[in-house]
Structures are given as C-alpha cells and as structure tokens.
C-alpha cells in the first residue's frame, strides 16, 4: 500500500434484485471497511454490460479482453488496482447467481499461461489480493455440499487470492428478511472490518 493512499475494497454485488437481501450485505460490509479505513465501491453486476466469453485467449498475453465491446477492461483494469474483494451472490438453483458466472467466466484476463517445459502453468495478475464472499440462499443449512462455496473456492484458489472471510446467511428469501436477522447484519459488518483490518 502507498503511505498516505487508503486501500481499495471492490464489492461486486450478484444479485439483479433492487434492494434485495444481497445488496443490504454489501452495503452494510462496505459501511465497515470505510470506517476501518478503506475507500470502498460497490459494482452491481446487472449495471454493466458483460457479453460471454468468446474463449479464443487472445487475453492472455496483454490482460484485456480483445474480443468483446463490453465493460469488463474496465472492471479489470480496477481490480489490478485494487486491494482486496467482495464476491456477493444470491443463490440461483444451488448455483452462484448467472451475473456472477458470466462476470467470473470474464476474468480470464487476469490469468497468464506461461509454458514451464512441456507443461502451461496460470500466473495471477492479483495473486495475494485479499477477499471475503457473501453467499446467501432462501433454504436453511444442510449437510451436502455447498455448490456456491465450492465454485468460489476452486476459482479463488486460481487467481491466487485469499479469502480471509465468508458470510453465509439462510432461510432469506423476500427482499428484507436479512434485516431481520441481526446476527446476519452483525457478520456482515464484522466481515467488513475484518477484511480492512488485513489491508492495513
């Protein structure tokens, strides 16, 4: 971090809900961080333009996308900048919400395949970043495996981030029911805090 410069938390928000029980986390984890000390921006995925990935790597070598007219160079080139991350997302038949897939099937670009001998080995250009997910589902814990948990672990894993928080929060289904839920508003502000704290 530059002396003088607070860190950047990026939060991108997965749920095209207005105002629904997603973006009230996010906000609340954003109000935190900025009172730990970080400057904060909220990205709501259904405000951008963000075509599919067309797979042809030409993003490779540069970091940029080449192939689509959409938004997502400029969501890169911020989150280079950037210090750490929020990923939020509803979930949408035991899946991460559509927004937040397409959005991660656009980072392509933040991966470098570098050839090692015979074999092609993925270099991060935001290994060592800091990030925290929110994860929240109108059905109550169970005991199978958490899909949205494993798709953010497995890709995260990838660009070499390292997620220093998560927030679950259950049985939210109708826009307000996670105010609600004190101990969900309580978890999303510590999480913030949490995630400023490692930022320092």
Known sequence: MIMGRKPLLLIFQGSAREGGNTET???ISARSAREFGMHTEII??????????????S????????????????ILAKMKKANAFIFATPVYFWNVSGLMKMFFDRLL??????????RMRIKSRVEGKNCAIIVVQEEERSGKISIPLL???RNLEDFGLKMVGKLFVYGALL??????????????????????????
Do not use: T, W
């Not at 709501?44 to 790597?57: A, R, Y």
């Not at 670009?109 to 015979?118: D, H, I, T």
């Open 109 to 118: 670009p933040l991966l470098k395949f570098v050839k090692e001998g015979e």
């Open 151 to 153: 798709f953010f672990k």
């Open 175 to 200: 826009p307000g029911d996670v105010n609600k839920n004190k101990n969900a508003i309580k978890r999303a502000y510590l999480l913030g805090r949490r995630i400023a704290q490692y930022a320092q």
């Open 59 to 74: 993003c490779s070598g540069k970091g940029i996308c080449m192939s689509n007219k959409d938004d997502i160079n400029k």
């Open 25 to 27: 986390l996010c906000e």
């Open 44 to 57: 709501h995925l259904k405000k951008l333009k963000i075509l599919p990935c067309k797979g042809c790597f």
